[in-house]
């Protein structure tokens, strides 16, 4: 079983910049892939990006070229850097993890844009 907390959400204005955290209390070095998900008031939760063990790393067209995925496995956390932040970036933030068919999911942390 490993869990998942995020943190480093809060209220950013638009065009400003947050870096969320992802700290897993196991190792995800083992996890096939590690994944950024939001979920907006009333719309389905959206995957964001994914990065391998090896630091590949995929995104949607949504956050392409100001969002970055990227991963420290010594402190077994994935963090995701948001850049030139819109107010339709406000969603709770989740962090995934995947191993096989297993996933496992953070609480969340509530990121709004607004001036």
């Known amino acids: 079983q490993v869990q998942l907390v995020e943190s480093g959400g809060g209220l950013a204005q638009p065009g400003g910049s947050l870096r969320l955290s992802c700290a897993a209390s196991?190792?995800?070095?083992?996890?096939?892939?590690m994944d950024w998900y939001r979920q907006a008031p009333g719309e389905q939760r959206e995957l964001l990006a994914t990065?391998?063990?090896?630091?590949?790393?995929n995104y949607a067209d949504s956050v392409k070229g100001r969002f970055s995925i990227s991963r420290d496995d010594a402190k077994n956390t994935v963090y995701l850097q948001m850049h030139s932040l819109k107010p339709e970036d406000t969603a709770v933030y989740y962090c995934?993890?995947?191993?096989?068919?297993?996933?496992?999911w953070g609480q969340g942390t509530q990121v709004t844009i607004s001036s």
């Open positions: 995934r993890a995947e191993y096989g068919l297993t996933t496992y």
């Open positions: 196991g190792s995800i070095s083992s996890m096939d892939f």
């Open positions: 990065i391998t063990p090896a630091g590949r790393t």
